[in-house]
């Protein structure tokens, strides 16, 4: 059965397990349909999107078509100044062919746009104004950076009602923050449960983030009615962790460490051409997937551009939220595939 819970202060009842939309843009309008049509049937009532998802927000808004009451709809965007942030609701709005949207969050937030956004001609104003009209219900800000999640959590409690942050067994940096979020009413939604895909235990991985006690709801990605399926049933057995499922936790930890892909895809676009995530992933996929090497090599050769051909520029790095040393895992790369 699943289990709802408030998202803070904000009265929205949710489901724990729900919907991130990264990978509907991906897909196509039929698809979306049938992802819709299974959250609907296991109760999975959160859907999180974003206007830099590409079609995901038009997709949705026709799979919502008949049944918008029925979900909590959040999106998301990156415009940090008054006027661009006044048009991208509206383009949202539209979009998901909706007169009003549960959540709208500030994306990406990082500690130099603070005062922009927060200024008098910055995006959070926006937001307001369409709260007040009722356009929106409540007001969020995502992050990657523990330093700028401390400070909103700290100093702007009082404009933010939900944080949005990645959090799972290999990532647990902002443990300490989220506790003092939801000490003082602010709905945590947690992203990347699944470490970027890093992680192949889907329930062992829910299971965690949801006995750690810090996020209110969980958004793993989902492409396909499968992988709906897939997390429903995951959602079931939510509870303690057993010391067995303790000790394999760590064992995960010690495997992936720190440096690794999480797929969010802003060090986009490469110099050359290179599909950064995606040459992780097969390299992922061929060091540690029995009987997958080969459709690794397959999929990493036909990539147009490959590690091999990075030029060292770091334009990347300046872009990865996670600080990654991306030149040094391309190189990796290429020993890998030999190319």
């Not at 919907?19 to 979306?32: E, L, V, Y």
């Not at 927000?57 to 990156?78: N, P, Q, V, W």
């Not at 994306?107 to 927060?118: E, G, M, Q, S, T």
């Not at 990654?324 to 391309?330: F, K, N, Q, V």
């Amino acid at each position: 059965m699943m289990k709802y819970v408030e998202l803070g202060k904000t009265g929205l009842k949710c489901a724990v397990v729900s919907f991130g939309g990264i990978p509907i843009q991906r897909s196509d309008a039929a698809n979306t349909m049938a992802v819709v049509d299974a959250l609907e049937k296991h109760g999975m009532n959160y859907i999180d999107t974003a206007r830099g998802y590409t079609v995901s927000e038009e997709y949705l808004g026709a799979a919502l078509k008949g049944r918008r009451d029925k979900f909590i709809l959040a999106t998301k965007s990156m415009v940090r100044d008054y006027e661009g942030m006044k048009k991208e609701v509206e383009i949202s709005l539209s979009k998901l062919d909706t007169d009003h949207i549960e959540v709208y969050q500030i994306h990406n937030l990082p500690l130099a746009d603070f005062d922009k956004v927060f200024g008098p001609d910055g995006a959070y104003r926006a937001l307001e104004e369409a709260k007040a009209t009722g356009k929106i219900g409540h007001i969020g800000a995502t992050f990657h950076n523990i330093d700028a999640l401390r400070k909103a959590v700290e100093e702007y409690s009082d404009k933010i009602e939900t944080v949005m942050f990645p959090y799972n067994i290999v990532e647990n940096q902002g443990e300490e923050v989220l506790r003092l979020a939801r000490e003082k009413g602010i709905g945590t939604i947690c992203m990347k449960p699944m470490a970027g895909g890093n992680l192949t235990d889907w329930t062992l991985a829910l299971k965690y983030i949801d006995a750690k006690g810090v996020m209110d709801i969980m958004i793993p990605g989902m492409g396909d009615a499968t992988e709906v399926e897939r997390n429903a049933a995951a959602a079931e057995v939510l509870g303690p962790l057993t010391a067995e499922e303790e000790e394999r936790c760590e064992a995960i930890r010690r495997e992936l460490g720190t440096t690794f892909c999480r797929r969010c895809g802003y060090c986009a676009p490469c110099t050359v051409g290179i599909n950064i995530p995606s040459a992780f992933l097969f390299q992922n996929y061929k060091l540690h997937y029995e009987g997958l090497g080969e459709w690794a090599e397959q999929r990493y050769a036909a990539m147009g551009h490959t590690a091999s051909e990075c030029i060292e520029c770091g334009a990347c790095e300046t872009r990865c939220p996670y600080e990654l040393p991306i030149r040094e895992m391309l190189k990796s790369v290429t020993e890998t595939f030999g190319r």
